[in-house]
């Protein structure tokens, strides 16, 4: 079994106590405290929130004393993993590809859009180590998404539950335009059903209900926010979650009881919008975006037209095609890609996505389910692989490959698989202890 201390404490942190929660996060190490520093600018936006603390490029603020803080561990480790490698070659070609770009200005003007991701994947996966810090940062992520779905359920709800043009507006910054927001719903709702689950035993009454709601407010954010593509994702990752594992007719029927209440939901009017898809001038722009990127790629096919060239390429060889003036990204993941790297880029991306199913596989395979640690990691670890399907099938139709939804679960994927590998290592060296006692003793 884990040693004393890593169960006791998950035990304690099973309860949701404050207490204990906030006794552990205090006696961590000060890269830790900065990580999560940032993943608090990231994701709650105080800056924004309080204009006066708008003074201080904060997210790399952060990113810059959580760095300095493990460097000045005197134990540190590095943790590997094939992701590592992935993400190293894809930032090597998008380098390359900004250096050969058609417009190489705009490429170095992005210079930060993916390497800001790269540091703090590489730091989460090396501060983010034991089962105690793993607890506390994913309960950050979770509490800063809590507070953007809750607020964008009750703006929905204070609206009557109508249907508006612009959905859904969370603070500036990543989470700002409502597909984005509603991708974010994407990315962590999964996670917190399937903590619901995990929860349930250990926690009172009130603390359950509160835990309920927040994949619920999570699906109201989606619905209010009227992004087709997330809505059409969030129904997959219904299914996909409702019918992990064991596939029995309870579940099937409610899947089928989930949907019919989601769809009484949705106004008319987004009806109307699935009806007129393909159709209407917002469809037509962007399917002009994905054909324009395809014939891109197929002129540019090693190393695509530049990093974030696609706007203004689009803008000067394909003028007849813009429908609203000026052209914008082009609205789906992969497009984005394979017009900012090529085919080699494009292909490295997919080897991260694939690397990120395989991660959440392996833990769920490894992590043991009569240890308390184990059925934790195994509930995270079902949650991060149904937002990734999140995240594939509603970045069809938005521009976010170097937003944080990605690196942020493939980094809290790693961070995961490194500690309960060595959870797993630890528990069987304990096991092994008694064995050599009795053979000693014969």
């Known amino acids: 079994m884990p040693d004393a201390r890593v169960k006791d404490s998950i035990e304690d942190f099973r309860s949701l106590r404050f207490a204990p929660i906030w006794r552990e996060f205090s006696r961590e190490h000060f890269s830790f405290w900065m990580i999560c520093g940032y993943l608090v600018i990231e994701y709650v936006r105080p800056q924004s929130i309080i204009p006066a603390l708008d003074i201080l490029p904060w997210g790399k603020t952060f990113l810059v004393l959580s760095l300095v803080g493990w460097m000045s561990q005197p134990r540190r480790s590095w943790v590997s993993d094939s992701a590592n490698i992935w993400l190293t070659l894809f930032l090597g070609v998008i380098l390359l590809s900004s250096a050969l770009a058609v417009y190489p200005a705009v490429s170095w003007a992005h210079w930060f859009d993916f390497i800001g991701w790269f540091i703090v994947y590489f730091l ?3 501060i983010v180590n034991t089962p105690q810090r793993f607890f506390i940062f994913l309960g950050i992520f979770l509490l800063a998404s809590f507070k953007l779905s809750f607020f964008g359920a009750r703006t929905w709800a204070l609206r009557g539950f109508t249907f508006t043009t612009w959905g859904l507006m969370g603070p500036s910054g990543h ?6 927001l509603a991708l974010q719903m994407l990315m962590f709702a999964p996670i917190s059903y399937f903590l ?4 349930r035993p250990t926690v009172s009454k009130f603390k359950y209900f509160v835990l309920i709601l927040v994949p619920i407010t999570a699906v109201f954010t989606v619905i209010g926010a009227g992004s087709r593509g997330a809505q059409l994702a969030m129904v997959f990752q219904a299914f996909r979650a409702m019918t992990k594992g064991k596939l029995s007719f309870k579940k099937l029927v409610l899947v089928a009881v989930v949907g019919i209440a989601a769809y009484a939901l949705v106004p008319e009017q987004m009806l109307a919008r699935f009806q007129s898809a393909g ?5 037509q722009q962007r399917l002009l975006y994905w054909k324009g990127g395809l014939e891109m790629i197929e002129e540019h096919p090693a190393l695509g037209v530049g990093f974030y060239n696609f706007a203004p390429y689009f803008t000067e060889h394909y003028p007849q095609d813009l429908l609203f003036g000026a052209a914008q990204l082009p609205h789906n993941i992969f497009v984005q890609v394979g017009t900012d790297v090529g085919i080699i880029g494009l292909l490295i991306f997919l080897a991260i996505l694939l690397r990120n199913f395989r991660v959440c596989m392996a833990v769920e395979k490894l992590a043991p389910a009569d240890d308390p640690f184990g059925r934790f990691a195994r509930a995270v670890a ?6 990734l399907w999140g995240f594939i099938l509603a970045g069809q139709f938005v521009t976010v490959a170097y937003y944080p939804f990605l690196w942020i679960n493939l980094a809290m994927s790693v961070a995961l698989l490194n500690i309960t590998r060595k959870q797993v290592a630890l528990r069987d060296q304990q096991a092994a202890v008694p064995a050599r006692i009795v053979t000693a003793g014969r």
């Not at 159709?279 to 469809?283: A, I, K, L, Y």
């Not at 079902?382 to 937002?387: E, F, H, K, Y």
């Open 124 to 126: 989460i996966i090396n």
């Open 175 to 180: 989470f700002q335009n409502s597909g984005e």
């Open 196 to 199: 619901v689950h995990f929860f």
């Open 279 to 283: 159709e209407d001038q917002t469809s």
């Open 382 to 387: 079902a949650g991060l692989s149904v937002a």
